[in-house]
T-cell receptor, first 113, second 113 residues
Framework: DAKTTQPPSMDCAEGRAANLPCNHSTISGNEYVYWYRQIHSQGPQYIIH???NNETNEMASLIITEDRKSSTLILPHATLRDTAVYYC??????????????FGGGTRLMVKP | DTAVSQTPKYLVTQMGNDKSIKCEQN?????MYWYKQDSKKFLKIMFSYNNKELIINETVPNRFSPKSPDKAHLNLHINSLELGDSAVYFC????????????FGSGTRLTVV
C-alpha cells in the first residue's frame, strides 16, 4: 500500500470549510484514496473514497489532483462535532493480505467556536 | 440496532488473568477484524478473519487468539494478561474486505493492573 503524509494537526473555525491535505506521491494506478475519521472514544468512521475523479457525499468532498499524488478532504461547513482525527489511506479496493486496513497517524482537526 | 457491538465496554483486570472480549455484527459482512489502539493513539491491525482464513499480524503475541463461533461473531481471547496489553480494542467488519465499507464497534477499554 502507498504511504501517505498528513499534517499532524489543524485548526478550523466553526462554520468555515476545513481542508485536510494528504500527500501520496507513490500511489499506484489501481489504488484508491480513502478517508476515515475517529471522533474521541469512538471507532473510526468511513467518510469518502475516490480513484481519479472528485467525489462528494453528504459528509464531505474529496478533491484528487490530476497526477493523483495528493488529495484534499473538504468539510464544507465544519461544526464542533467534526473535531476528530482524520485518516487518509491509500489502498487497492481488494487485496489478498486479509484485506486489512492500515491506519497512519492522521490529522487531528480541532474545530473552534 | 448497533451494527457492530462489543462487550464489555470497559474491562479492568489483574496481570496474569485470562479475559475475552466479544464482538457481534449484524451487517451480514463476511470478514471481521480486531484492532488495538494504544495510549499513543495508533490504530494497529491485529487479525483479519473470514470463514476461509485467519490472517494474523506478525507483531501480535500468541497470547491473543480470535475465536469465531459463527460468521457474525469474532471474539478476542487474551491469556496471561500483561500491563502492556492495556489499550482500547476495536472490532470491525467489512464485506469482502471492501475498504470503504469497514464498520467499527465502539471499542473496549482494557486496563491491566
Amino acid at each position: 500500500d502507498a504511504k501517505t503524509t498528513q499534517p499532524p494537526s489543524m485548526d478550523c473555525a466553526e462554520g468555515r470549510a476545513a481542508n485536510l491535505p494528504c500527500n501520496h506521491s507513490t500511489i499506484s494506478g489501481n489504488e484508491y484514496v480513502y478517508w476515515y475519521r475517529q471522533i474521541h472514544s469512538q471507532g473510526p468512521q468511513y467518510i469518502i473514497h475516490g480513484l481519479k475523479n472528485n467525489e462528494t457525499n453528504e459528509m464531505a468532498s474529496l478533491i484528487i489532483t490530476e497526477d493523483r499524488k495528493s488529495s484534499t478532504l473538504i468539510l464544507p461547513h465544519a461544526t464542533l462535532r467534526d473535531t476528530a482525527v482524520y485518516y487518509c489511506i491509500v489502498r487497492v479496493a481488494f487485496n489478498n493480505a486479509g484485506n486489512m486496513l492500515t491506519f497512519g497517524g492522521g490529522t487531528r482537526l480541532m474545530v473552534k467556536p | 440496532d448497533t451494527a457492530v457491538s462489543q462487550t464489555p465496554k470497559y474491562l479492568v483486570t489483574q496481570m496474569g488473568n485470562d479475559k475475552s472480549i466479544k464482538c457481534e455484527q449484524n451487517l451480514g459482512h463476511d470478514t471481521m477484524y480486531w484492532y488495538k489502539q494504544d495510549s499513543k493513539k495508533f490504530l494497529k491491525i491485529m487479525f483479519s478473519y473470514n470463514n476461509k482464513e485467519l490472517i494474523i499480524n506478525e507483531t501480535v503475541p500468541n497470547r491473543f487468539s480470535p475465536k469465531s463461533p459463527d460468521k457474525a461473531h469474532l471474539n478476542l481471547h487474551i491469556n496471561s494478561l500483561e500491563l502492556g496489553d492495556s489499550a482500547v480494542y476495536f472490532c470491525a467488519s467489512s464485506q469482502e474486505g471492501r475498504v470503504y465499507g469497514y464498520t467499527f464497534g465502539s471499542g473496549t477499554r482494557l486496563t491491566v493492573v
